[in-house]
Structure formats: C-alpha cells, structure tokens
T-cell receptor, first 119, second 112 residues
Framework: GAVVSQHPSWVICKSGTSVKIECRSLDFQATTMFWYRQFPKQSLMLMATSNEGSKATYEQGVEKDKFLINHASLTLSTLTVTSAHPEDSSFYIC???????????????FGPGTRLLVL | GNSVTQMEGPVTLSEEAFLTINCTYTATGYPSLFWYVQYPGEGLQLLLKATKADDKGSNKGFEATYRKETTSFHLEKGSVQVSDSAVYFCALRTITGNQFYFGTGTSLTVIP
C-alpha cells in the first residue's frame, strides 16, 4: 500500500532555533500534501494544504511566516518551524493525497508523525 | 459548518468485551466518513470508511454504518483484544474539498 514517511520522527531543539520536518510519499506521487498538528489528548488540526509548485494555503490562525511550507516535488513537502518556542511543542503529522482514478478524488495517506519538543 | 463529535474516553474494557464508540457529525452536503486508529507512538492508520448513506465499513472485526438520519457513524466490535488498545478518531471529509475534520479521539485500553 501507499506509504508516507516523515523525518525526523522526533526532535528536541532550543528555543529560538528553526526545525525542518520532511514528509515524503515513498511509492506514489502526491498531488497535495497536508500538515496537521496534534496537541496531547486533542484531535488533529489542519495547519495548511500545499500543492506541488505553488504556495501553501494556511488555515485561519496559523502563522505562515512561522510555519514555512515548501512543496518542491510531487513526493516531498517540508515544514519549517522558525524561531521555535516551547508552545510550538507538538506532534506534527503530514498526509499526502495521490491521484485518483478518472473522476475520483484520490486517497489521503498519513505519515507517522514528528514529535517536536522545544526547550 | 463541519464538525465531528465522538464520545470522550478513556474507555477501558476487558478482553472479549463488546465495544461501541459513538460518533456524530455535522456537515454541509454528503461527506465521506472514516475511522482512523493511532497506536502508541505511531501515526494514523485508516481503519474503515463509508462514502454514502447506509454503507457499512468493516475491517479487522470493526464495523460502522453511515446513518444519515441520525448523522452518526458509531464504531463497534463484538470482541476486543488487547492489541486493539489505541486511540480511535472519527473523521469526515467533505465532498467538495480535501479537508478532513477529526473528532477529539477516544482512547481505548483493553485489559487481559
């Protein structure tokens, strides 16, 4: 089946530094990739949607200058948390949507997540 | 708007007990409905889905039926196992877009 990977799986960084998280679709091309954030004991919240070669669309309340998203190819999207602070500590999950069958909408596959801890 | 409400946990059951996790939704149009499972330390995995009213999704002994009249998609399993311990998320995807709306998740612990 379709596999989505994330790297790193967990990261600890100092406050004020930037952290880059990669999301890759390993065996399919993704028309669209999505980034979610999950706080402890809460649901996933969509942060942004990105299409290859175009600017990401951010959800209301998400700072686009803080959470930089680059979708450089059909198999890779990156999320960079700039000037990270302790309140950015969270579980970040990406998903990738493949091309659907003719007339279909494709299927989203979720990555395993990246746990970020900002000290 | 679109939203998903699912029963709060945590839920603790003995092995072989019957499981029900309630899920109701609010949506414009006719969404697709999903149950995802998240095992400790792992990402989301699709458990089952239903795309139209009265459809029944099933997988690994779990079932859920898309009930349009009650806007519900309750998850059931007749006999749970210790390996079913995980967090279960109900979700909807709108017919017009890519976006998923997730419930808050229900933690299930099955004890031997």
């Amino acid at each position: 089946g379709a596999v989505v990977s994330q790297h790193p799986s967990w990261v600890i960084c100092k406050s004020g530094t930037s952290v880059k998280i990669e999301c890759r679709s390993l065996d399919f091309q993704a028309t669209t990739m999505f980034w979610y954030r999950q706080f402890p004991k809460q649901s996933l919240m969509l942060m942004a949607t990105s299409n290859e070669g175009s600017k990401a669309t951010y959800e209301q309340g998400v700072e686009k200058d803080k959470f930089l998203i680059n979708h450089a190819s059909l198999t890779l999207s990156t999320l960079t948390v700039t000037s990270a602070h302790p309140e950015d500590s969270s579980f970040y999950i990406c998903s990738a949507k493949n091309y659907g069958k003719a007339g279909g909408g494709g299927t989203q596959y979720f990555g395993p997540g990246t746990r970020l801890l900002v000290l | 708007g679109n939203s998903v409400t699912q029963m709060e946990g945590p839920v603790t059951l003995s092995e072989e007990a019957f499981l029900t996790i309630n899920c109701t939704y609010t949506a414009t149009g006719y969404p697709s409905l999903f149950w995802y499972v998240q095992y400790p330390g792992e990402g989301l995995q699709l458990l089952l889905k239903a795309t139209k009213a009265d459809d029944k999704g099933s997988n690994k002994g779990f079932e859920a039926t898309y009930r349009k009249e009650t806007t519900s998609f309750h998850l059931e399993k007749g006999s749970v196992q210790v390996s079913d311990s995980a967090v279960y998320f109900c979700a909807l995807r709108t017919i017009t877009g890519n976006q998923f709306y997730f419930g808050t998740g229900t933690s299930l612990t099955v004890i031997p």
